[in-house]
């Protein structure tokens, strides 16, 4: 699944192809992939014009010109790209891929969603968002939007495996399989261990590991494993930069040893016993 720096790399490459044209219509292909109770055809009578695009955790949010309907105020729209969903943009009108879920046409441009396994969708992002929609009235902040107290505040009293608080994006968004291995190698702090035996330099440690690791991959366009891809359909390179992640059987790049896996909250997660603690 595409996290903090896949999407944040989505995004860059996406706003400036898309930001300040109007979007003429809406195309839904698969209707799984537009989970919202408001219909998306409105979009083709409003024909709102792009102001933005952003991120909040792993959703990818594309901003217009707001307008009322049905009681709400309509900001704008936000992807979840769950497991192998894709934003690409085409300048010029393009065939539908086999895959394709959802057309954004612009005036000058498509954005095609993209999904081969039909997990991800697409809603509107509005002034109720944050009593309407569980999963957004519940996000929290990411890593690089908090500062360190509030991450400790964030993990104290959680008496679950670290990795696995890391994992739930109302505690800390943003963070998936990946980043959680990545930076739990960083602070040198085992997967496994309960959350609440963490000192304080620990947590520090861990918050200062995260930040790190979300920067680098974001200045190297994000992991590209499976699906992922900017959307410009290239690949990202940090996953040549793995620490751990995907890596065991071989040889920690730190201390030699082999990198041992194991299962936190359902994930298989690969770690250093020497390097980590």
């Known amino acids: 699944m595409p996290e903090l720096p896949e999407v944040e790399t989505v995004a860059r490459t996406l706003a400036p192809d898309i930001v300040g044209k109007k979007i003429c219509s809406f195309s839904c292909l ?21 102001q933005a695009v952003g991120r909040k955790g792993k ?18 729209l936000a992807f979840h790209l ?14 539908l891929e086999k895959h394709t879920r959802l057309v954004l046409h612009l005036e000058k441009g498509e954005v095609f969603f993209d999904d081969v396994r039909k997990f991800g969708y697409c809603r509107f992002l509005t002034n109720k968002s944050a009593e309407n929609w569980k999963f957004w009235r ?13 991450f400790l505040q964030a993990l104290e009293g959680k008496n679950a495996g670290i990795k696995s608080v ?39 440690s861990l918050f200062q590991s995260l930040r790190e690791v979300l920067l680098e991959s974001i200045a190297f ?46 994930r298989t997660t690969v770690f250093c016993p020497c390097c980590q603690k």
């Open 138 to 150: 519940n996000l929290a902040k990411d890593p690089l939007e908090m500062r360190a107290e509030e």
């Open 221 to 266: 366009c994000g992991s590209s494993i499976k699906d992922y891809r900017t959307a410009k359909g290239d690949v990202g390179s940090f996953q040549n930069k793995f620490n751990v992640y995907g890596r065991e059987g071989e040889k920690c790049r730190v201390c030699k040893h082999i990198l041992e896996k194991t299962t936190a909250a359902g």
């Open 82 to 95: 769950k497991m192998s969903g894709r934003l690409f943009y085409y300048a010029e009108k393009k065939e």
């Open 166 to 204: 890391l994992l739930r994006q109302d505690i800390v968004s943003g963070i998936g399989n990946i980043y959680a291995d990545e930076a739990l190698f960083r602070a040198k702090i085992l997967p496994h261990r309960k959350t609440c035996s963490l000192q304080h330099e620990e947590i520090v």
């Open 30 to 50: 698969n209707e799984s992939s537009w989970e919202d109770g408001l219909d998306f055809a409105c979009l083709n009578v409003v024909q709102p014009k792009i």
């Open 59 to 76: 959703l990818l949010l594309i901003y217009f010109s707001p307008f009322s309907y049905m009681g709400q105020e309509i900001l704008g």
